[in-house]
């Protein structure tokens, strides 16, 4: 009876972590589960004799080894050959087509991790082994059952080897730099880096608070399960109960391929994990095995890499800037090195601990990161790559525009420049008043408000409104014309007509930032029952908290604030909301959309901003969860996504005709 019911218990909780880890579709409640766990774990105290090899309680580690032990693959874990552009992209597929007519292909996300190989014995995992140096791996099998996405037991008793990659989510990551930092620990420098220690890790308790996740994308032998085709093999790992990738796409042609990449260089940021490029595999096993191998790599796969979004160079020195919150960030000075695109000269380090956390030196060698758009930041040290010229770093004590002694406030990392008139600051602060995100002057430079600054045109933003006094003498400057001139002065009229949100992002009331302040203007309408709000009536507002309520309200309790207010309201500055509030609607009131694919006549923003408007939320990924996927012209994986899950699909069109209902 003890063995049945233990069996049991084995059963329920493989499918509940089959069904919430990789289908995303919970069917029991947090409260079922760790009554089963429990259950499990007192059964198996008492009856040590009776604990299956494959039993879910090892997923919470526990077991601690001496030493990686060294296991040699039946199959060679190969690497794939790099392409680079698309021409080389072009070249790998003339090369494939001078062997195979009319090739077909299966493009794949290049999972950023660690290669790891599953073995299945009678469909229970009996070893998880790593790549090694491709002939001979480490045995990390205690690492491996922590990961809950791999399963422990199949859906059918086969005997198979399949390969995959184990990675840590960008959120898990996240988590785990935190923790860190809380602990004086050194920050870890990517998730791929973490993800491959954490499979390292003697301890499996190590591995299992890591929350590793797991991607299956090859099985070695597919031909002997009478599969024809990779995409197939993908099918029947699916079958199995291994966790596949949802954005994998069967392409007919080399065109159809350079798509996907196009897409995916573009989309990756969206995705919860990190990728560095894009897999393609010929679809036909016969016609891998056809072509067969070089001495390195298969040449019946390929790996397009996106541009590096890391790179390695020297730090020249560390220098200081500061903000319009008056916030002093220590920079460093780079010998220049392209990344993602670009040349690099400086990137920030953030602040004093940033820099003390990870024990970054003048003259290191160091790794830095640069992310779409966001500011470049070095990410560590190059420990191995010092040499002794290394200089320690020294957080400065003035701030270095005016001098004024600079302040770190309690529980803060960065130090603080008070001085209300700094220079700095008041540039800084005029120069995201006409941000885009704020009130979207457009015309206004970096360089122009430095150069109005000095000349004493621009010293607050309310002289913004009466530069039209000075429209002659500007005219005058070099590199301006009347046409020029005129330009600015019309965007600036322009900007009097802005909702109340836009003001208030654009003032620069700390820790209010653009989403926050359309919150808060949605809410009060207009400035002047802002200023008199108190802290129960902001702190009732759903996303604003204690830190958030408290600015507003020293904000607004400062005299200078209230005086320039007043002065631009006399200047006709708009002080109302003028946005929409949101409207329940039953087709879109609670449900979740997808957006994806290129759309018409209407840019995806505008369409986010309907959706909410109407009570909906707009996501990034599709799952068994989502309602509604809206597709515009190339929708890509997701719409295939939707498609498997039986998910409401509109087009634009049909989009557009049921807002005319509304």
């Not at 766990?37 to 997923?59: D, F």
């Not at 903000?323 to 220590?330: D, H």
Request: net charge negative; with cysteine.
């Amino acid at each position: 009876m003890v063995q049945k019911r233990m069996s049991e218990l084995i059963q329920l909780i493989n499918k509940a972590n089959h069904d919430y880890y990789i289908l995303d579709n919970p069917t029991i409640s947090d409260q079922e589960y760790d009554r089963y766990m429990q259950e499990l774990i007192n059964l198996e105290e008492k009856h040590p004799a009776s604990i299956s090899v494959n039993s879910p309680t090892k997923r919470v580690g526990g077991k601690v080894i001496d030493q990686f032990f060294k296991v040699e693959h039946q199959t060679p874990m190969l690497s794939l050959g790099n392409v680079f552009n698309e021409s080389e992209i072009i070249a790998f597929d003339q090369r494939i087509k001078k062997e195979i007519s009319n090739p077909k292909y299966v493009c794949e996300l290049k999972i950023d991790g660690l290669a790891v190989s599953l073995i299945y014995k009678n469909g229970k995992l009996v070893k998880g082994v790593t790549r090694g140096d491709g002939t001979v791996g480490e045995d990390v099998t205690h690492n491996v059952v922590t990961v809950r996405t791999i399963p422990l037991q199949l859906n059918e008793p086969v005997d198979i080897e399949v390969r995959g990659e184990i990675y840590m989510s960008k959120e898990a990551f996240s988590n785990l730099n935190k923790e860190r930092e809380q602990e004086n620990l050194i920050l870890l420098a990517n998730p791929r880096n973490a993800a491959a220690g954490s499979i390292r890790q003697l301890d499996s308790k190590v591995a299992a608070k890591r929350k590793l996740d797991c991607f299956v994308y090859h099985v070695p032998n597919a031909s002997i399960y009478n599969i024809i085709s990779h995409y197939e093999t993908i099918k029947y790992m699916e079958k199995l109960g291994l966790n596949v990738n949802p954005n994998i796409k069967k392409v007919n042609n080399i065109e159809e391929v350079l798509e996907f990449v196009k897409y995916w260089d573009s989309n990756r940021e969206t995705l919860p994990y990190e990728i560095d490029g894009i897999v393609i595999k010929l679809d036909s096993i016969n016609q891998q095995i056809e072509l067969g191998y070089t001495a390195k790599h298969p040449k019946w796969a390929t790996a397009y890499k996106f541009k590096a979004m890391e790179a390695t160079t020297k730090i020249i020195d560390i220098i200081f800037t500061i903000g319009r919150t008056g916030q002093v960030t220590p920079n460093a000075v780079l010998e220049p090195v392209r990344v993602d695109g670009s040349v690099v000269s400086k990137a920030t380090l953030h602040n004093e601990d940033y820099v003390i956390n990870r024990d970054i030196k003048i003259n290191d060698i160091v790794v830095v990161r640069k992310a779409g758009d966001v500011i470049p930041e070095v990410v560590n040290p190059v420990m191995e790559r010092r040499d002794g010229t290394e200089v320690n770093f020294k957080m400065i004590s003035n701030c270095p525009i005016c001098n004024s002694d600079l302040v770190r406030q309690d529980n803060m990392s960065a130090y603080y420049c008070l001085n209300e008139n700094c220079d700095a600051k008041r540039q800084e602060g005029l120069i995201h008043y006409v941000s885009r995100k704020a009130m979207n002057i457009e015309g206004f430079g970096d360089r122009i408000i430095e150069d109005f600054y000095n000349l004493g045109y621009l010293k607050n933003i309310s002289d913004f409104y009466v530069l039209h006094n000075h429209k002659e003498e500007l005219m005058e400057l070099e590199g301006f014309g009347e046409k020029s001139i005129n330009n600015l002065l019309t965007n600036i009229e322009d900007s009097k007509n802005n909702s109340l949100e836009k003001l208030l992002f654009a003032l620069g009331i700390r820790y209010v930032g653009s989403k926050t302040a359309k919150i808060i203007a949605s809410y009060f309408k207009n400035i002047d029952k802002l200023k008199v709000a108190n802290y129960d009536d902001l702190i009732n507002i759903e996303e604003i908290g204690e830190v958030i309520s408290n600015s507003i309200i020293d904000y607004f309790s400062n005299e200078d604030n209230l005086k320039l207010i007043d002065k631009l309201k006399e200047h006709n500055i708009n002080m109302n909301y003028l946005g929409q509030d949101k409207m329940d609607n039953e087709i879109f009131s609670n449900k979740k959309f997808v957006l994806t694919g290129t759309l018409s006549n209407i840019t995806r923003d505008e369409v986010k901003e309907l959706i909410e408007k109407y009570g909906g939320t707009v996501v990034n990924s599709v799952s068994k969860k989502t309602d509604i996927v809206i597709v515009g012209d190339n929708p890509g994986s997701k719409y295939e996504k939707a498609k498997e899950l039986d998910i409401t699909v509109w087009d634009e069109f049909k989009f557009n005709e049921i807002l005319k209902e509304i």
